[in-house]
């Protein structure tokens, strides 16, 4: 009898532990969400004073971080300060022969700090990084190919390092074109005739050292990621594509989002030749790459070395002769050949193809061929004209840095406050599991 009672005992007893094993569950999933739409909203636009808070810590967290990392190699940073920085700054303060040669160095490693700061710009942050390539590559390359066909001459630096820099022009761009001498170049009817492959040497090393800073800045996901393999969790970034496409997206970013997924489906195809091929081609996508190459093991060299020939050798150089074949009076010709055979043969286009090429002859007048000396109302307009272009090209410039520095802090402030979120919720698991076993 007395079992009996107990048996019955055992499932009214079962009943509101599941109860409340389901209502424990149903208050994680409420946190969840709430922390979630917490990370939404944490943003400078929405709540910028506790965005800032957040950023602020973080950078803390990160001195803090790096001061408790030089002290703990404080042996290895005493012996780099007596074997470099002494001896430099003694050779910088000091006068003598060897100064011209102090003076060279520093512009070479200002030169090859700034092109390789560019293209780390350009691909870090996943996906928010700043493009570079439209901001003062691209433009670097088109300026110079312009300037050389106007000049007929390939020759316009005075050293390798006579590039845009930091608050700092070219010479060559202000320069009149008899400054550089007469064109070595012979000059048609049309323009004058430079190869394309005598102008890439002129801009290739900066274009190189651009990609090889592009490459250093697909570090940081592989990294990230390897050091979630090696802990036994998995990336955010990874976590997402697990999760069904939700109907609130929209066609671009489902399309995006259905993209991420194959490449992941077929992560077990990576190695370093379809890493090459990601690398060698302008991919938005191959920021989820190099999360894949972390998280299922690629090695380090294989992937560093196939993104460094794809993004520094391959990638720059297509872009580059791009660019070239882009401001080089030739292509222009035939495209101007291939568009008048195409609308002569449009009816009622024809009868306006003259005033359609005058006008475009005229605009290629201006832009690529040598400057006259005119009058001084002309030179007048030509100093306006280059204000205005200034002036917009700059506040563009400033705006995408805006942007660029909204995006960093603000994807600072949230990764910090998500950890946060994650030691709350480990604590809650913890003493939901605790208090669900003694109710067992």
Same mark, same amino acid.
């Given at each position: ?24 569950? %149903? =208050?994680? &999933?409420? /946190?969840?969400?709430?922390?979630? *739409?917490?990370?939404?909203? @944490?943003? #400078?636009?929405? !709540? ?70 560019? %293209? =780390?710009? &350009?691909? /870090?942050?996943?996906?928010?990084? *700043?493009?570079?390539?439209? @901001?003062? #590559?691209?433009? !670097? ?88 393999? #090696? ?210």
């Amino acid at each position: 009898m007395g079992r009996r009672k107990a048996t019955a005992a055992a499932p009214g007893a079962a009943a509101p532990a599941r109860g409340s094993s389901r209502a424990a569950d %149903g =208050v994680i &999933s409420e /946190i969840r969400e709430k922390h979630k *739409l917490e990370l939404e909203n @944490l943003t #400078l636009t929405k !709540h910028p004073f506790r965005t800032l808070h957040f950023f602020m810590l973080a950078m803390l967290q990160y001195l803090k971080r790096l001061a408790t990392y030089i002290l703990s190699k404080r042996a290895l940073f005493a012996v780099l300060i007596v074997l470099v920085v002494i001896p430099g700054v003694t050779l910088l303060v000091t006068d003598g022969l060897h100064k011209k040669h102090v003076q060279e160095f520093l512009h070479y490693a200002r030169f090859v700090l700034w092109w390789v700061s560019l %293209g =780390v710009a &350009s691909s /870090i942050g996943l996906g928010s990084g *700043l493009h570079t390539f439209v @901001l003062y #590559l691209g433009p !670097h390359i088109a300026l110079f190919t312009i300037k050389a066909v106007q000049c007929g001459r390939v020759d316009l630096k005075s050293a390798p390092y006579d590039t845009i820099l930091l608050k700092q022009a070219p010479s060559w761009l202000d320069k009149k074109c008899s400054e550089f001498g007469s064109p070595m170049y012979p000059a048609t009817d049309h323009s004058v005739m430079i190869p394309v492959f005598d102008l890439l040497p002129q801009v290739q090393l900066e274009a190189v050292l651009w990609g090889i800073g592009t490459a250093l800045g697909e570090l940081p996901p592989y990294f990230i990621s390897r050091a979630a393999r #090696l802990s036994g969790s998995e990336l955010e970034a990874v976590k997402e594509l697990d999760v069904a496409p939700s109907t609130e997206d929209g066609p671009v970013a489902s399309n995006v989002n259905r993209t991420k997924r194959w490449l992941l489906s077929h992560s077990q195809h990576l190695n370093f030749f379809t890493i090459l091929i990601l690398a060698s081609v302008p991919n938005p996508l191959f920021d989820l790459a190099g999360i894949m190459c972390g998280q299922f093991g690629i090695p380090f060299w294989e992937f560093f070395f196939a993104t460094l020939i794809g993004k520094a050798i391959i990638k720059t150089h297509i872009q580059t002769l791009f660019i070239i074949s882009l401001c080089n009076n030739q292509l222009l010709y035939l495209m101007e050949k291939e568009l008048i055979w195409i609308f002569g043969h449009i009816p009622g286009f024809s009868a306006n193809l003259p005033s359609v090429i005058a006008k475009l002859h005229s605009a290629k007048e201006k832009y690529l061929s040598p400057p006259a000396s005119g009058s001084p109302s002309s030179q007048i307009e030509d100093k306006q004209w280059n204000f205005s272009f200034a002036f917009i090209w700059n506040s563009v410039v400033w705006l995408v840095l805006m942007n660029f520095f909204i995006k960093i802090v603000t994807s600072t402030a949230q990764d910090y406050r998500k950890r946060q979120q994650d030691v709350e919720m480990e604590l809650i698991t913890d003493s939901s599991s605790l208090s669900h076993s003694k109710t067992n």
